[in-house]
Structure formats: structure tokens, C-alpha cells
């Protein structure tokens, strides 16, 4: 069996797409596993198949590295959505994709008849414990300690669709990830495991920030990790409420703008190249 695929990243965040309005994909957590793999398959973060829906123009559904399925990825949805339109499956640019984590709204910016850039209402940022999850009492988890790997470390939880732990640091770059950040990951205070952030303040309404992501392991970016960390950076006092933040990613800068209603997430989308792959 042949299907065809797209090589996409959003800020160096590169999962292979496949269009499921036309074809079929079968075991999409193996197929994610196989092709992951950057010498013996395609090489990726994961894959996305992008799929009709009956409740918004699409359907988005995430596969990680280590085949988990993810409820949200906000650059992989920022892809999803050019994808969408650069070939013409949804020519609109206002368009809604349903994920695991509910539907999102996007807006695109469009130049000669291609997506450049895409701004999503990623939902409101979420303090609560019970709802993140995160095993912790309290109304909310900010400034918390977290002993993890021989090292405390001071921790805000957030959920952006799914579980972020936010750890402020002078030198993100210092941090050994597949150290410290599987170690937090692996807390048993995660009982759905847990995406960690490490992230310094530069500026009043600049953040430089690092990842490891559940299933994937370190990644260039993270779109809900971006928001996660500047809703943690409001909650703390470190940047402004209803100013947009510039997050600097290993892979690129996304734009985020947290509010009480919901946070904004502004970046690019690039297709890498299109292929054929047999199963």
C-alpha cells in the first residue's frame, strides 16, 4: 500500500502529514513509530493525519514519536490549517479544526495564494490541579516545589489542551533535558505524564524557553509549551496580561498574546516536500 505525505514544520516542530480525506491510514500509532525514525524512515516529531470532520471544516489527530496519541499540538495544527488551504481542501481563511483537546479557530495570512502565517485561539490557559492533571493541593499550582531527579525546582502547571510544567531558570541552555526534563516528566505528580518547559525572562515581554515533550522527548518547539510558558510568566508576575509575548524557540519565534479569554498564537508554517511512502 502507497500513500502520499507532506513534510511540514512550524518552527522546526516537523510531524509528515497525511491527507485522510483521500486515503485510508492504518495503525497510525505504528506508522508513527516507523517513520519517525530519522535514518530508517522519513525522520519527524510524530504524524498528523488530517481527517473531514462533521463539526468543523477539519479534523486534526496527532501521533507522537513514540506512537502516543496527542490531544493538541500548536504547531502541527498551524500546519494542518495550511495544508488545508494551500491545497485547496478548505479555501477559507477563517477556518475551525477539531482536535482531541475540542475545536480551534485559525486565521490565516495569505500571500499569492499561500499560507504565510496563522494565528489560533489556543483556549484559555488552565490553573486548575484537578484539570491539568497535576497531584498537587491547592486552587492552583504556581511556584510550587518539585524534587525530580536529585534537583529541586520551582514549578508552575498549566494546561493548554494538554499538561505543561513551567520552570523559570537563569540559563535554559545549561539544562540537561534528557536529564532533568525526563525527570520531571517521570513524576508520579503527572499521573498523564507531562510536557516540562525551561524558560528565562529577557525582557518584559520576551521569553527564551526550551522543551521536552511527553512522547517525543526534546523538540525545536512547542505551540502550546509557547503558550503554556507566557500564561505561566503572567501568572507570576514576569510579563503583562493582554501584551503579546515574543517566545524564542530552538527552531524559531511564535507570538503569543494570553488574555482572560484565551490565548492567541501567531507563527509560520512551511512545507518542506511532498512524497510517496509504501507501507
Not at 502516543?68 to 495544508?83: D, P, Q
Request: include cysteine; hydrophobic fraction near 40%.
Amino acid at each position: 500500500m502507497k500513500l502520499k505525505f507532506a513534510k511540514m514544520h512550524g518552527c522546526g516542530n516537523d510531524y509528515i502529514y497525511f491527507d485522510c480525506f483521500h486515503q485510508t491510514v492504518e495503525d497510525p500509532a505504528g506508522l508513527s513509530q516507523k517513520l519517525s525514525r530519522p535514518h530508517f524512515g522519513i525522520g519527524a516529531d510524530g504524524i498528523i493525519l488530517i481527517e473531514p470532520s462533521e463539526t468543523a471544516d477539519a479534523r486534526m489527530r496527532i501521533f507522537n514519536k513514540d506512537g502516543s496519541e496527542g490531544k493538541m499540538c500548536g504547531n502541527g495544527i498551524r500546519c494542518t490549517a495550511k495544508f488545508l488551504y494551500d491545497t485547496g481542501l478548505v479555501p477559507k481563511e477563517t477556518m475551525t479544526i477539531d482536535t482531541l483537546s475540542g475545536p480551534k479557530e485559525l486565521r490565516l495570512c495569505v500571500k499569492n495564494g499561500k499560507t504565510e502565517l496563522v494565528t489560533v485561539d489556543m483556549g484559555p490557559a488552565e490553573f486548575t490541579p484537578e484539570k491539568i492533571p497535576v497531584l498537587l493541593p491547592g486552587k492552583e499550582v504556581a511556584g510550587a516545589v518539585l524534587e525530580a531527579g536529585g534537583k529541586q525546582h520551582r514549578i508552575t502547571c498549566v494546561s493548554m489542551g494538554n499538561p505543561h510544567c513551567v520552570i523559570f531558570t537563569e540559563d535554559p541552555q545549561a539544562i540537561c533535558l534528557e536529564k532533568e526534563g525526563a525527570a520531571v516528566a517521570a513524576s508520579p505528580i503527572f499521573p498523564e505524564g507531562v510536557n516540562v518547559e525551561f524558560v528565562r525572562r529577557i525582557g518584559p515581554a520576551q521569553l527564551q524557553m526550551r522543551v521536552w515533550e511527553r512522547g517525543s522527548g526534546e523538540t525545536l518547539a512547542c505551540g502550546t509549551g509557547a503558550c503554556a510558558a507566557a500564561s505561566a510568566a503572567v501568572k507570576n508576575g514576569l510579563c503583562d496580561k493582554d501584551k503579546e509575548i515574543l517566545v524564542h524557540l530552538a527552531g524559531g519565534d511564535l507570538r503569543i498574546l494570553p488574555t482572560d479569554q484565551t490565548v492567541w498564537m501567531t507563527g509560520g508554517a512551511e512545507l518542506v516536500f511532498t512524497g510517496e511512502v509504501e507501507i
